[in-house]
Structure formats: C-alpha cells, structure tokens
C-alpha cells in the first residue's frame, strides 16, 4: 500500500508539500498541486481519516438533528444537505430525536444528540429543535457553552429563526403561510373551518395557529376555538382522530387547515369512511407539499415548502461558518419563501400539479 512518502517521490515534491495539497492547509502552486493529484491517483493512495483529522483540526463530519426520521418531512431536507456535504468531500451523522416534544424529556434527548455529535467531533451541527419556547435561551446557552469546550462548533437551526440566541437559521413564516392556507379556504366558500395543529410545544405549531386565528378574524367569520382547533402531533393517526372530534363539535364544518400534509391525509381517510365529500361537503388544506399531496385521492391543497432547497441553504450557511471561522460573527438569518398549491380537496375541476423533482 503507497504512502505519503511514495506520493512525495512520484509528484518530485516534499512531503510537507503533499500534505498542504491533501489538507489544504497552505498555498500551493496550481502546478504542484497537479502533480500531487496525478500521484495520488496514480498509486491510488487513500488519506488517512483519522491522521487528516488531527492534523487539520476537521474531522469531516457534520451532524444532522431532525424531530422524527420518520416523517414525509425531513428525508427532503437531509437530501439537501446530503447533496452539498457530499460536494464538500463531508459525510453526515443523523441524530433522530423520534418525535420527543417540548418538555423536559425533550429537552434531555436534544442535549444528548448535540453531547454525541461533539464527541464524535464534528465540524458543524444543522438541527431541528423541538425545545418549548420558554426553555430556549436557557438550553442552547448550555448548548453553546459545550460546543466551545474542545474547538468552536457552528450550528444552524432549521425551521426556527433563533438569530436572537446568536444562532444562524433557516427558518419559514409559519404565520403567514398558515394565513395563506386558510384565506384560500375562505375564497373557495368555507365558513365554518376548523383547524388541526402540530403540538403546541413547537413554535411552529403556535404560530400558525395564530396565522389561522387572525385570518378567521380578519375576516369576520364565527369563531369558537374550544370547538375549532384540535390538537395533534403531525402523524397521520392524528389527523384521523382530529378530524373525527371536530365533525362532533361542528356538525356544519365546512373546511379543514391541517397544519401538515400527513395529518391530512389522516383527515381524507376518515371524511371518505364518513362519506364527507371532498371538496363538495368539505375542503381540506395540507402543508408542507410531500410527495403524497399530489397522488392521493383527492389530491391534496396545501403550501409547498422548499424542503430540499431549505437543506441545501442551510448546509450552505454551516459550511461558510467552517470554512471562514473569522467571518462576520453576527447570526445570519434566512426566510424562505413559500407558495399555494391548489389541487382537488379544494377545487375539484383544477388542473393537477405532480411533484416529480423530490420523489
């Protein structure tokens, strides 16, 4: 097996040299890192890992924190970062927090994920963090004070703007896109609209409760909360049963905004077993635009969410913190868009918008 000293000799370079090329740890002519690649292919010669990583202080690896691997959700933006980390020469370690929410266990699953992520000395972190608003400050203080102990960590929050706690972000409008979603629910006729959260411990959920409140309000229609809003926990299962509570509550229910597709498609199932038709009798909202939304039966409204795109930026984000560690040290923060995607729950004689790009 060829080794550093055999790429050395065959590129007519210093060791030193060949190592500069392989850790970019200094400048070197485009000439002789030319040589050094064509050796290096030549004797088909394998860096290392280990040796590279405490040679150049990186190891490699990024972690990736996600709510629950086993959503529709989240493979869409670990696709995202998969894709630039790969292009970067990284590979990525998952932690799955398996839908643990808001209170203090999931406070002590979160830190356990980021203790194993800075044990296993990776050079960055994107999560998703499922920590009560009221416990945030306090937990990614501990959080950050942890990832300085050996080398400064950069972390990117996913989902959450949490600028404000001195971290970069890539986070969505859920306040407006819940408003979005419910607002077309009013155009298509609705009058009497419920409304199936994500667990209220998340931020996320809050808001677009919030969104879908102020949008009833602003446009005058009834309003009886206690018998509009049920709770769910972003599951399928969920949805079902959610949807089953607001049809005893509101007999005249007339539009649903359920605050993700797979609660929806909870939602459908259970309308068709009550023989609801839908849009006829009521309409139903999804979010998020998973693959599902657009071939199940009938096809799903909802607000398309730039999934993979979203991973990719904030990989993006995390890799420029790595690589210019001395760069502007403020928190960046990133709104991603989003749009209506109008299908059959809604409009039954719309055109069909298939999603081929994230299947």
Same mark, same amino acid.
């Given at each position: ?19 500069? *090329? ?25 860096? /290392? ?16 924190? !996600?709510?629950?691997?086993?959503? !529709? ?26 839908? *643990? ?8 699953? +979160? ?5 194993? #992520? ?5 050079? &960055? @972190? ?33 989902? %959450? ?5 001195? @971290? ?13 979603? *419910? ?7 609705? %009058? ?14 809050? /808001? ?9 309000? +602003? ?21 079902? #049963? ?11 229910? /007339? ?9 929806? *498609?909870?939602? =459908?199932? =259970? ?12 309409? !139903? ?19 398309? @969410? ?13 890799? +420029? ?11 960046? &923060? ?5 749009? =209506?995607?109008? %299908? ?16």
């Amino acid at each position: 097996m060829s080794g550093i000293k055999d790429v050395a000799k065959r590129a007519g370079v210093s060791i030193s040299t060949v190592s500069n *090329v392989l850790n970019q740890t200094k400048y070197v002519s485009p000439e002789l890192v030319k040589r050094v690649e064509d050796a290096v292919q030549e004797l088909s010669y394998e860096v /290392d890992p280990i040796a590279r990583s405490m040679k150049s202080n990186k190891s490699g690896t990024i972690g990736v924190i !996600v709510e629950d691997m086993c959503g !529709v959700f989240y493979p869409y933006v670990v696709k995202g970062i998969n894709s630039v980390a790969v292009e970067k020469g990284y590979q990525i370690i998952i932690g799955d927090a398996q839908g *643990v929410y808001g209170d203090v266990n999931a406070a002590r699953r +979160e830190k356990e994920l980021f203790k194993r #992520l800075f044990a296993s000395r990776v050079d &960055g @972190i994107l999560f998703v963090t499922m920590i009560h608003q009221d416990l945030m400050e306090k937990h990614f203080n501990e959080i950050l004070s942890r990832s300085s102990q050996s080398k400064r960590i950069p972390l990117v929050s996913l989902e %959450r703007d949490l600028t404000s706690i001195g @971290i970069d972000s890539v986070y969505f409008d859920s306040y407006n896109n819940a408003k979005m979603a *419910v607002q077309h629910l009013i155009d298509c006729g609705c %009058r009497k609209i419920g409304h199936i959260t994500g667990p209220t411990t998340l931020q996320i959920a809050l /808001d677009r409760i919030q969104g879908y409140k102020d949008c009833i309000e +602003e446009n005058h229609l009834p309003a009886d909360w206690t018998r509009q809003i049920e709770y769910g926990d972003y599951t399928h299962q969920s949805g079902y #049963l959610a949807v089953k509570k607001l049809l005893e509550d509101m007999p005249d229910l /007339d539009g649903v905004f359920c605050s993700n597709d797979q609660m929806a *498609v909870g939602a =459908l199932k =259970l309308l068709k077993e009550y023989g609801k038709r839908v849009p006829e009798d009521i309409k !139903v909202m999804g979010y998020d635009d998973v693959f599902l939304s657009s071939i199940i039966e009938p096809s799903l409204s909802t607000i398309h @969410i730039q999934k993979t795109h979203t991973g990719i930026k904030a990989a993006q984000m995390l890799f +420029e913190r790595i690589e210019q560690p001395e760069k502007n040290k403020e928190p960046v &923060g990133l709104k991603m868009s989003a749009r =209506l995607v109008v %299908r059959k729950s809604t409009v039954a004689d719309t055109s069909e918008e298939w999603i081929f790009v994230d299947w």
